[in-house]
């Protein structure tokens, strides 16, 4: 028997189309996670940094009534 090359049926087409899609939008969540992530750490850091800082005025103002 001899194979005949055939075209992909036209589901397969759009369904690997969609595939594509889905791994595109996938791939931006990730990075957007990725960056929601990053500006968290930075908002954390900020908040000890105004810790610290308010501790100390507190100290300061604790030791000078």
């Known amino acids: 028997k001899q194979v ?3 075209e ?3 589901l397969v087409l759009v369904l690997q189309e969609q595939l594509e899609v889905q791994k595109v939008e996938q791939e931006k969540i990730k990075e957007d996670i990725r960056n929601l992530s990053e500006g968290q750490e930075h908002v954390l850091k900020n908040q000890e940094d105004i810790s610290s800082k308010l501790n ?3 100290a300061h ?3 000078n009534p």
């Open 56 to 58: 100390a005025i507190l």
């Open 8 to 10: 992909p049926h036209p």
């Open 4 to 6: 005949v090359e055939s």
């Open 61 to 63: 103002l604790a030791k």
